[in-house]
């Protein structure tokens, strides 16, 4: 691969965070991790060279593979050889209508997919945004695998008290896990930090409560580090301390209690107590 590299003259794209994996064990752990099946689609974020992608058609039904950078398609059709299940994209996964290339990846295919996976080694400086739309574009998800910081890893992974806004807004939609370590040394070129593989399994059953109304408290909650519920929430929410209180403790938090010490479950029930009261006196 790096001799494909270089003989195509791909320089990796700083403006793009590209940091190409050049292991091809690793490679291989990775796409294992997704689960993947001969009836699934997967699509991947941010193919690159193909280290992933190569192991991704053997495995999945078809490959939906969604690349930023122009130059570097040409590059990943000559790694993929001669497969012929997949589909390369050249456009922005931020902005791509992922149900749209659902639709069309079946008409190739031929029949629905049994399950839907998602495998990026992401540009770091879209990890949260790249994280966010996967979680929320509505398709019936199977699993997802990450290749981000270490540090955003253990971040997401996080339970209380070391929450965090990150952390809530993964664990809303799905059960995260940090599964293993990858070496700056098997990337080129190579990033100054660790790199960690991070796969979520989105809940099988949607939350209990609409993601707009949980994440308006959940901000609320998090919009003063390290002060208490009483104070953040009365702020965030336009409440006084005395309205602020009454809630939490029918919620049964303490009010003395901080944002990073709140899970999952404990945010919905707030968030629930607040909509209740809120569309009572509107």
């Known amino acids: 691969m790096s001799s494909r590299r270089q003989a195509r003259g791909i320089v990796p794209r700083k403006s793009l965070g590209q940091n190409f994996l050049t292991d091809d064990a690793t490679a291989r752990r990775i796409v294992e991790a997704a689960e993947i099946e001969r009836d699934d689609l997967a699509f991947e974020i941010g193919p690159g060279t193909g280290a992933l992608t190569v192991h991704l058609v053997e495995r999945a039904g078809w490959v939906v593979a969604i690349e930023l950078d122009q130059a570097l398609i040409p590059v990943l059709q000559d790694a993929l050889g001669e497969a012929r299940n997949i589909t390369v994209v ?10 749209g290339l659902v639709r069309e990846a079946e008409r190739a295919f031929g029949r629905p997919f049994k399950a839907i996976r998602f495998v990026a080694n992401l540009p770091y400086y879209i990890t949260s945004a790249a994280i966010r739309r996967i979680l929320e574009c509505g398709l019936p998800i199977a699993t997802i695998v990450l290749t981000v910081q270490t540090e955003v890893a253990e971040r997401v992974t996080a339970q209380p008290p070391n ?36 796969r979520i399994r989105p809940h099988a059953q949607p939350p209990d409560i609409g993601a707009q109304a949980f994440f308006r408290v959940v901000k609320a909650g998090f919009s003063q580090p390290r002060k208490q519920l009483r104070n953040t929430l009365a702020a965030g929410l336009g409440l006084n301390k005395a309205q602020v209180e009454a809630i939490l403790m029918q919620s049964g938090i303490e009010p003395g209690r901080r944002a990073e010490t709140i899970n999952v479950e404990e945010w919905k029930e707030l968030a629930k107590i607040f909509m209740s009261i809120k569309k009572s006196v509107a």
């Open 163 to 198: 929450m965090s806004l990150l952390a809530v807004s993964v664990q809303f939609y799905g059960r995260p896990e940090l599964l293993f370590k990858i070496p700056p040394s098997r990337f080129y070129p190579q990033p100054e930090v660790e790199s960690a593989v991070l």
């Open 90 to 99: 050249h456009g922005d996964a931020l902005e791509v209508d992922f149900a």
